[in-house]
Structure formats: structure tokens, C-alpha cells
């Protein structure tokens, strides 16, 4: 399954940031680096505010390394917004095509007691 994110400059730029050590650290210990390095070729050349379309390893892999790039800006006392939002895209991307399109249930009055 593959989803499609609008990724700014700003996202861009904190994607690499997060895969950049997962890169280094797989291969300092000797595992493939190809699947990575893709990515973050992929990432590096698209357009800015374009869609792209990842698949849902690739996803997964985003969300863990941002995960880890904003536990480690926290434990610094940096600030996580950048990562915050590309999470919540991240996120929202894939729960959005879930979410239920017919939003009448908000219209139905609450019912008494």
C-alpha cells in the first residue's frame, strides 16, 4: 500500500535530519544501506510542496527515525516543532483516509437523560 504526503521544505529538511544517522549507524554495523539511501536520495529531489508517494515501510521508517530525532531534541531541551509537525503529517496522512467522510453524526443534537 502506498499514501501520498505534501512534503514543505521544512519537512524535507527534518526527514533527512532524522534518516541521515539511521543511514550512518546501519552502516557502521555492516547492514544494508541501500533502502535508506534511496530514501533519502528520493526526499533530497523532490520538488518542494509536491505530493510523493511512499509506501507504508518507508512511512514506518520515517515516523521512527523522527520519533528518535524528537526524543533526542527533548532530552537536549530543544525545541520539537519541526518534528512535531512532520509527525502529526505523518500521522494525519494515514488516519485521514480512515476518517468518515459523512460528518452528519456532528449535526444530531445530544440527547437527555
Known amino acids: 500500500m502506498t499514501r501520498k504526503i505534501k512534503l514543505t521544505r521544512a519537512n524535507k529538511s527534518i526527514l533527512l535530519k532524522a534518516l541521515a544517522p539511521y543511514y550512518y549507524q546501519q552502516r557502521a554495523l555492516g547492514h544494508g544501506t541501500q533502502e535508506v539511501g534511496k530514501l533519502i536520495l528520493k526526499i533530497d529531489s523532490l520538488p518542494t510542496d509536491k505530493k510523493a508517494t511512499f509506501s507504508t515501510e518507508k512511512i514506518f521508517l520515517m515516523r521512527s527515525t523522527i520519533n528518535q530525532l524528537r526524543n533526542d ?23 485521514n483516509h480512515s476518517a468518515r467522510s459523512d460528518s452528519s453524526f456532528l449535526n444530531h443534537p445530544q440527547q437527555k437523560r
Not at 76 to 90: H, S
Open 73 to 95: 531534541q527533548l532530552a537536549k531541551g530543544q525545541y520539537t516543532d519541526d518534528a512535531d509537525d512532520m509527525l502529526l503529517k505523518l500521522i494525519w496522512e494515514k488516519t
